[in-house]
């Protein structure tokens, strides 16, 4: 009988001390630092187009996408490209459905409907994931006048040296 109690105590201790360990890991969680911040982007979906047809995030990271059917049929909503391949469940009309997906390499995903030939009618569209800073850089050197040169060349004058 003894031993049975002792058992007793043991799970009622791994129980309780299971939960202690689960919430402190909940704190964590919610104090971790990541692209996306935990970010809710709405997507919706019609006969046949994604609204918007391109999202544009800052950095990669984690986000979810919460996908809403204003069509009249079903409709689903996925996310792919990079090795990341995701989707919600298939939807009726008016139904809601999110998925969260790991959007850690920068660059372009697919987004669309994968129910029938509705990408193929229109339901599609992309996640552009940090694509505003590559660009920057390159812009700024060909802004240079076609007449302007910047070689140090005896014979050639620079907009530089007539100041």
Known sequence: MSRYL???LVASFLAFTGGACGSGNDDEASEGEGGGGGE????TGTEFALDPATVELDEAGTYTFRFVNDGGT???LEIEG???EEETEEIDAGESAEVT???SE???YEMYCPVGNHRDEGMEGTVVVGGAGAGGTMT??????DDTT???DDDTTTEEDSG
């Open 101 to 103: 997906v790991d959007l």
């Open 6 to 8: 002792l058992l007793a």
């Open 82 to 84: 990079h090795g990341v």
């Open 140 to 145: 700024d050197e060909t802004t240079t006048d």
């Open 106 to 108: 920068p660059g372009e």
């Open 74 to 76: 079903v409709h689903a």
């Open 40 to 43: 809710t982007i709405e997507i």
């Open 150 to 152: 910047t070689e140090d």
